[in-house]
């Protein structure tokens, strides 16, 4: 097949692709911008930037990996950080960073994306701040919503991000968006209130606060504060939900930040409807290599699925997925108990290796290794089975299914996909 087209539009802003860095010290300056489109990004983010000096006060040391802690953080790609954004001022940063990293993507023709904040105290200063950064070169603008909101209430966050981004939209002419909380709530209402104020698009999501315990030494980890927690890809599946509920409710670009490991986590935010997608944390563990991969690896799965752009299948998944109170209403078996629920796990015999997982793993009492030595198998009492189907996804070897009580032929899931008894 011809070569798969990977541009992406946001906010009439053309990309050469959907993989862009996270505003982090990944882009600080012309070099590291340049460095990062050697591998191939479709744009270029930049860290985040203020006036305000007590925020730019860089505490040190501020970056601690939770590797130690166990294979789980190791795995996941876990770090607990006290960043701040860029130490200099902003003069200099308008003056001198931005418009030599402006430079160098027009020659490479990728768009700039300059993250900010200011106080929330200072509607004004957004304004000013945003009007400069567009004279420097900044094809967008990207307001951090996420740092400063930890300290007000809720109600003022909705009236003052509401009244910022109404302020930088009456002042500058370049596309312009919220980057924001994973705890931002009311979601739907707040993303609804930032399109009317005039946000062109959102980023969706930096990362929660969290702190760490060291128990051997019995002291916090690192530092004695409360700090940024990047989850890792553990963060994915809440960042997905939110990205998800954002575009139930609104109509309005999504860039998809958070838990991003590898080609399959970035398309899976393409998927849920995002138009492009940012990776921070990984390429701290793995450097700028991971965005090669996961663009290659995007390529790859379009080839084999057929895909000739990014919107033939971007959103695809977005559709499909509704309110729980949905499964609820249309649910056959509402009120069903043991033993009259409607589906029960069938093993494969050949495939199991008697590892007893599914034995220790379910609370119902379902499983249970044959005790005489010649019934060398798995006996399942489905009259204890509440259809729940944890069994089939902690089978290491794939050997369970669940399948309709009544036609036990039926198989309604095997650990892949959409479970068949949601299927309209």
């Known amino acids: 097949m011809a070569a798969v087209d990977l541009s992406v539009e946001i906010a009439g802003v053309r990309f050469k ?4 860095p996270g505003a982090s010290e990944l882009v600080l300056d012309a070099q590291s911008a340049m460095d990062l489109i050697r591998t191939g990004v479709g744009g270029i983010v930049t860290k985040s930037f203020t006036s305000q000096p007590d925020r730019r006060i860089r505490v040190r040391p501020y970056q601690f990996p939770l590797r130690s802690f166990g294979s789980g953080f190791d795995e996941s790609g876990s770090l607990y950080s006290l960043a701040a954004p860029y130490v200099e001022g902003i003069d200099r940063v308008i003056q001198e960073n931005v ?17 900010f904040y200011e106080s929330f105290e200072a509607v004004d200063a ?7 950064f567009e004279r420097a070169g900044a094809n967008l603008l990207e307001l951090n919503f996420s740092s400063p909101s930890y300290h007000i209430s809720a109600e003022e966050y909705a009236s003052v991000s509401g009244a910022v981004v109404k302020a930088v939209r009456e002042t500058v002419k370049i596309p312009i968006g919220p980057k924001i909380s994973p705890t931002a709530e009311p979601l739907s209402s707040l993303a609804r209130n930032w399109l009317d104020s005039g946000a062109s698009f959102i980023t969706a999501h930096n990362a929660p606060s969290g702190i760490m315990v060291d128990v051997e030494n019995e002291v916090p980890y690192g530092a004695p504060s409360v700090g940024g927690y990047v989850m890792g890809r553990t963060f994915l599946p809440w960042s997905l ?27 899976r935010y393409l998927l849920c409807g995002c138009a492009a997608i940012q990776i921070c944390s990984s ?77 220790r793993a379910c609370i119902y009492k379902v499983f249970e290794k044959a005790k005489k030595s010649s019934t060398n198998k798995m006996l399942v009492h489905d009259h204890r089975c509440w259809s729940c189907g944890f069994c089939v996804g902690i089978c290491p070897e794939e050997a369970i299914v669940l399948v309709d009580r009544k036609s036990p032929k039926r198989v309604i899931w095997s650990g892949g996909g959409m479970a068949r008894s949601f299927i309209p």
């Open 17 to 20: 692709n959907p993989v862009l």
């Open 99 to 115: 418009p030599r990293i402006a430079a160098v993507c027009g020659r490479e023709g990728v768009p700039l994306v300059v993250s």
């Open 126 to 132: 957004w304004a000013d701040t945003a009007k400069r």
């Open 283 to 359: 390429a701290y563990f793995r450097s700028g290599r991971v965005f090669e991969e996961i663009r290659a690896g995007i390529v790859a799965w379009m080839e084999r699925k057929g895909h000739d752009s990014i919107d033939s299948f971007r959103g695809k998944v977005l559709p499909l997925v509704v309110p729980s109170s949905d499964l609820r209403s249309r649910e056959k078996f509402p009120y069903a108990t043991p033993p009259d629920t409607p589906y029960i796990p069938l093993i494969d015999q050949e495939k199991c290796t008697l590892c007893l997982a599914c034995e």
């Open 241 to 267: 939900a939110r990205v998800i509920q954002i575009q139930k409710a609104i109509d309005i670009p999504v860039i998809g930040v958070g838990g991003i490991a590898d080609w399959s986590d970035a398309v």
